[in-house]
């Protein structure tokens, strides 16, 4: 495997790190593969814009401020697959 082909995602591999990257803090190797990938690929930055906003508009949603939502963060936590780039 090549060092070329390790830092190269999949969409797949690149929308479960923006999903993940959203709860958890990413390594240093995810947080590469995940630009370049965005940089290179004009839908998985569309859907990581879409994904930021969704948030942005979650959050300051009014009545929502103030919810605990700890359970359900490790609950998705727990859903979302992990990747690492050495199977």
């Known amino acids: 495997m090549g060092f070329m082909h390790t830092l190269l995602l999949s969409c797949k591999k690149a929308a479960a790190l923006l999903d993940r990257g959203a709860i958890d803090p990413l390594t240093p ?48 936590k727990l859903e979302l697959p992990v990747y690492t780039i050495w199977k």
């Open 29 to 76: 190797i995810q947080r590469v593969q995940l630009r370049m990938h965005i940089g290179i690929c004009k839908g998985c930055a569309a859907y990581k814009h879409q994904s930021e906003l969704i948030d942005h508009l979650l959050e300051n949603r009014s009545g929502t401020k103030g919810i605990d939502t700890k359970a359900l963060e490790e609950r998705i």
